[in-house]
């Protein structure tokens, strides 16, 4: 309480002060503007511009002078105790405070968010020269680096894939160590274009349509559609001018190898023989199983005479 009424008097005497001054200003100003009347009054040749001077004169001694008899019906107020100016001032001078705070925080929330947009304009400047640079240096390596990765993946290319690429058609291949490796004999027409590859004991078959491609993985003789993804457009790519047309082959047909035991022609007693009664792959074979017209060798033509008499005394 005694702190709050020692403020008091503290803002009663900085008000009365203020007041004070304000008088001597105004008291200042109306003598500037007395002095200046009487000049111009005593002047013999009044022109346009000095009335209008005197006016402005004659304005400002009369508002000087209003301004002054409020000062001091103010003293004259606070003298009597009545305190309702000072706090409408104190008021007034609050509620500025709160609004010069107000906008300094605005200010600084703005410059704040401008510093942060400014950072990120130049962090983002800065990783576009970054990300430029590194692309514009990967472009000059990069061809060297494929390229020895696709001379390892060939000098290190299974001898058994080497085997099965020589019967291969052009549309179906190995993925080797990020390199697709196609067969050599002529594609087989209206066929996907199909790869495979091994990682960690798991065959991928991709097969690569014109519309789609479908992604399978074959573990422990299941085989199972793990991805399928659709083209948003399809490309017909055409033939270039002056190129040749893409020579296919007819899909082979698939043999059942379950009747090559019985494959003879007219044979009655042998497995692969023609008229062959006896043997199994003679023609007019009477006893033989691998001669013409042998009636007792097996691999002659007309051989009754030359072959050797038996000794049939040991059988008697």
Known sequence: MLLSKMKMNKEIISFKNSIIVNIKTQEAVKSRASTTIRKFKTTQDVTVAN???MERAEKQLNDAEEKINNYNESLRRIACGDLSELH???????????EFHDHESELAHKKAKATVAGKKRKD????????????????????GIYYRKYLKAVDTLPDYMKDNLKTMPNNKGYRWR?????GQQKPIKDEPLILFEKRRGVLKICKYFNDRHEIYEKK?????????????????????????PIEYDTAPQRHNNRGRRNNGRQNRDGRNGRQNRDGRNGRQNS????????SDGRNGRQNRNKSKS?????WS
């Open 124 to 143: 983002a400047t800065y990783k576009k020269l970054r990300k430029e640079r590194r692309a514009h240096n990967w472009d000059k390596k990069k061809h």
């Open 220 to 244: 422990d003789g299941t085989t199972t559609l793990v991805e399928k993804e659709y083209k948003k457009k399809v490309f017909n790519i055409p033939i270039p001018p002056g190129g040749t």
């Open 310 to 314: 038996r000794n049939l005394t040991g």
């Open 287 to 294: 006893d033989g199983r691998n001669g013409r017209q042998n």
């Open 88 to 98: 409408e001032v104190l008021q007034k001078s609050k509620e500025m405070t709160l």
């Open 51 to 53: 009335r209008v001077a």
């Open 178 to 182: 990020g390199v697709g490796f196609y």
